[in-house]
């Protein structure tokens, strides 16, 4: 799958090892690095296992949630124009084979 960033800021905290273990702690660093891997090795959001993938609600709608440790999630979202749908108008997941990385960290707060 292919992954593109948000922001510089984001596309750093994924890239760079050192700067991950600071603002997120070796533990959720190494869990980070393993989803961004299996991301980027399987061909649609729907073939991701670890991490308990889950779409989101609310105002969230839209976006897809990995566990990382704790309360943190790798949150992203399709990175499609147009953005794939099923015949209802929801969101295709099995055709999304693009994604933009949003946010990372505890969004409960």
Known sequence: ???????????????????????????????????????????????????????????RAGEFAIDLEGAKRLVFKPAHNPIPCNEDGSLDWLKVTRICIVFIGDYHD
């Open 1 to 59: 799958m292919e992954i593109i960033f948000l922001n510089s800021k984001l596309q750093k905290l994924c890239e760079q090892k050192a700067l991950a273990q600071k603002k997120l702690g070796k533990v959720c660093t190494r869990k980070l690095q393993s989803r961004l891997t299996d991301l980027a090795t399987v061909a649609s959001v729907r073939e991701l296992v670890a991490g308990r993938p889950h779409p989101l609600k609310g105002d």
